[in-house]
Each structure stands twice: as structure tokens, then as C-alpha cells.
């Protein structure tokens, strides 16, 4: 027992000076978007931590406490993201609506790592970007890393996890301003337009930001129709989880586990959101709560982001994302015809 306190101990050292840094920049993050709105907490969060480690003002104490971040706080903010979620919102969409935004999922799902293939990624990135651009974004990101498995320090995986995250919040940003007047040059109607941005906009609060752009009567739709995509990041990744499993038992190397546990507080989550017996306030602080989490991971993320490395081998990657995001834009818009 006193062997254990020593090791906590010591552990709680190890991560605090990083975890102390997440927690000021989380701050310094929400007060960027408190002086200008347009810019979302996360992406302000991310983009501190770029700076701060390409301008060399992270010392290699905060280094712990920023993977502890970008990894496990980020897997707490996908339990609590659960909470989002209610079947009976899903299900009042309609059979078509569920459909179509389950096949524009797979077809992005799958389409990306297809591309992927094609213009040389590596398997692992082409994955984490299939995932954050057709599921849910930087959660969605931080799920399937979290099942692919890597050990701590492994620089070319938390590469590749923190490209993914910054290609999501690229694509993601421009959609609040691209995706708008798109609609309305298509003639959408706003619940049309609603759906199209909840079908192919990548992380919930983008949706949330174009759907505002695009209108008061998009909002509903749009994120009613994000919230099936987030439903799918439970099978998606669980599958994924198998498919990792298989492959390690066919290589000889440890297992992991068949279904994470964060992902099982993911879906326990959701079942206790779906009984509707929980209180609003209790709704709004878990929210607030994931927020906070997401935004110390975002930082965790942009801190492992070196620029020189990227510009040296990220074009392909660059080249990926974009091409997901007119994949996924494109068959979302067909999807929403077609269910009209």
C-alpha cells in the first residue's frame, strides 16, 4: 500500500506542471472566444498548443501532463459526450433520414481510407481521418486512437492523431462559412440545409456554428441529424476494436481489449440520456464538463504538432482531408435530395 502511494504520488508530479499548463490554456482558449465569438474555444485551444510548442516556450516538464491530456482527458470527454445523445431524438427523424446519414457515414468512412490508399497515407493517419471526418470530429478521432493502441512517447502516432484533429478543425472551420451560402446557392430550404450541415460538417460544435449561420430554423435538424452520427461512433469504433484485436492475435502481440471501457461509458451514458429521468442542470454542467476536457485535449493535441515535420510530410494528408471533405459533402447533398 505505502509502495502504491509512492508510485500516485510521484504519477500526480509527473503530470502536474502539464496539466497546470492545459488548465491556463483552456483558459486563455475560452477567453479568445469570449473577444471573438467566430473563434471556437477547441480550435483556440489547439492553436496555443501549436504555437506553444513551435515557439519553444514548453519545457519538456509540461510533456507528461499534455499526452495525459490528449489521450486520457479526451477519452473522459467521449463518455460524457454519451450524454448528448437520445434515441428518441433519432428515431423522430424518420427511418429515411437515419438511413441516409448511416450511408453517408460508411461511404465517407471508407471512401477516405480507399483515398487514403491511393495517395500513399499511412494506414493508421488515413484511418483517424476517415474517422473524425465521417463520425464526429476530434471525439471521434480520439476513440478509434484510443482502440488502435500505442505506446507512451510513440511520437509518429501522436503525429498522426493530433494531423487528424488539425485537418478536422480546418475543414471544419471553413465549413462555417462555405457550407451557408452553398445551401443557399443549391436552394436548399433550411431544414433541407439543416440536415445537409448535420450530415457532412465533422465535430457537433461546428455543426452547431454553421447550422447558426445558416439560420434559426437549420439548427434542429442539423444537429438532430449529427447526433446520429455520434450514435455510430459506439459500432464504429467497437468494430474497429475487433479488428485491431483479430490482427493482434494474428501478429502474436497483446490483445486489447474487445470493447474499451470508455467506450462502454459512451453507451451507458446514452442509456441513461435516453431515459429521460435526467435533471437539465446536471445535463448542462456534464456539458460543460466535456467541453473543458475536449478543450485541455485539444491543447494535448496541438503541443505534439511539429510544424516542420508537417510541412515535411503532411501535404499527402493535407491533400486527404480536403478530398474527404468534398466526399462527404458531396454524397450528403445527394442524400438529402434524394430523402426529400
Not at 55 to 81: I, K, N, Q, W, Y
Request: charge should be positive; charged fraction near 10%; proline fraction near 4%.
Amino acid at each position: 500500500m505505502a509502495g502504491a502511494r509512492v508510485t500516485a504520488a510521484s504519477r500526480v508530479r509527473e503530470l502536474a506542471p502539464g496539466l497546470a499548463v492545459c488548465a491556463a490554456a483552456v483558459l486563455a482558449a475560452w477567453g479568445m472566444h469570449r473577444l471573438a465569438g467566430a473563434v471556437p474555444t477547441l480550435t483556440a485551444a489547439l492553436l496555443l498548443g501549436v504555437i506553444a510548442v513551435n515557439t519553444g516556450v514548453l519545457p519538456a516538464a509540461v510533456r507528461a501532463g499534455s499526452r495525459f491530456a490528449a489521450s486520457t482527458l479526451m477519452r473522459a470527454g467521449v463518455v460524457l459526450l454519451g450524454l448528448r445523445i437520445s434515441l428518441s431524438d433519432i428515431v423522430g427523424l424518420g427511418w429515411q433520414t437515419i438511413v441516409m446519414a448511416v450511408v453517408v457515414l460508411l461511404a465517407t468512412f471508407f471512401g477516405t481510407q480507399w483515398l487514403g490508399r491511393r495517395m500513399g497515407v499511412p494506414p493508421r493517419m488515413s484511418l483517424l481521418v476517415a474517422s473524425g471526418f465521417a463520425i464526429c470530429g476530434a471525439s471521434a478521432v480520439a476513440a478509434v486512437n484510443g482502440v488502435l493502441g500505442s505506446r507512451p512517447g510513440d511520437h509518429e502516432a501522436e503525429r498522426d492523431t493530433a494531423t487528424a484533429v488539425a485537418l478536422v478543425t480546418l475543414c471544419g472551420t471553413l465549413a462555417i462559412a462555405v457550407m451557408p451560402a452553398a445551401g443557399h446557392l443549391l436552394g436548399l430550404s433550411p431544414y433541407d440545409l439543416g440536415r445537409w450541415v448535420g450530415a457532412s460538417v465533422h465535430d457537433v460544435g461546428q455543426v452547431v456554428a454553421t447550422a447558426t449561420v445558416a439560420g434559426p430554423a437549420a439548427l434542429l435538424p442539423a444537429v438532430t441529424v449529427k447526433l446520429i452520427r455520434v450514435a455510430m461512433l459506439a459500432p464504429v469504433t467497437a468494430a474497429t476494436a475487433l479488428w485491431v484485436r483479430r490482427g493482434a492475435e494474428a501478429g502474436g502481440r497483446r490483445r486489447p481489449p474487445a470493447l474499451p471501457l470508455f467506450l462502454l461509458g459512451f453507451l451507458v451514458m446514452m442509456a441513461l440520456r435516453s431515459t429521460g429521468e435526467l435533471p437539465q442542470g446536471l445535463l448542462d454542467g456534464a456539458g460543460t464538463a466535456k467541453d473543458l476536457l475536449f478543450a485541455a485535449a485539444m491543447f494535448g493535441l496541438g503541443s505534439a504538432v511539429r510544424l516542420r515535420v508537417l510541412i515535411r510530410t503532411g501535404h499527402r494528408a493535407l491533400l486527404l482531408g480536403l478530398t474527404s471533405w468534398i466526399l462527404i459533402a458531396g454524397v450528403s447533398y445527394a442524400g438529402v435530395m434524394l430523402t426529400r
